[in-house]
Nanobody
Framework: QVQLVESGGGLVQAGGSLRLSCAAS????????MGWYRQPPGKQREWVADIGSGGRTNYADSVKGRFTISRDNAKNTVYLQMNSLKPEDTAVYYCSAYNRGNRSWGQGTQVTVSS
């Protein structure tokens, strides 16, 4: 059974930083594309960043230069380092694992950025 568990969310002031973690189990972590998505209040879920099995990264324009996604295959964990946070980054952040048409989601972690 696939399980993705996010942690590291919280309340931070604008300009601050947070580091999200997502620990995976029940999958062959190293072959999955791991990603982060977010759902702001009252809006649809949106893609934030992803990292391939080979380490290639992609970012949404809204977070490029501020957020960094990374993975540690030995720990089955993916991270999202978020710097220079803005109030519009406030959202529930979800971890995702994708492989061959199958996508799994974590339960989400709340990030709130105060102005």
């Amino acid at each position: 059974q696939v399980q993705l568990v996010e942690s590291g969310g919280g309340l931070v002031q604008a300009g601050g930083s947070l580091r999200l973690s997502c620990a995976a189990s029940g999958i062959i972590f190293s072959i999955n594309v791991m990603g982060w998505y977010r759902q702001p209040p009252g809006k649809q879920r949106e893609w934030v960043a992803d990292i391939g099995s080979g380490g290639r990264t992609n970012y949404a324009d809204s977070v490029k230069g501020r957020f960094t996604i990374s993975r540690d295959n030995a720990k089955n964990t993916v991270y999202l380092q978020m710097n220079s946070l803005k109030p519009e980054d406030t959202a529930v952040y979800y971890c995702s694992a994708y492989n061959r048409g199958n996508r799994s989601w974590g339960q989400g972690t709340q990030v709130t950025v105060s102005s």
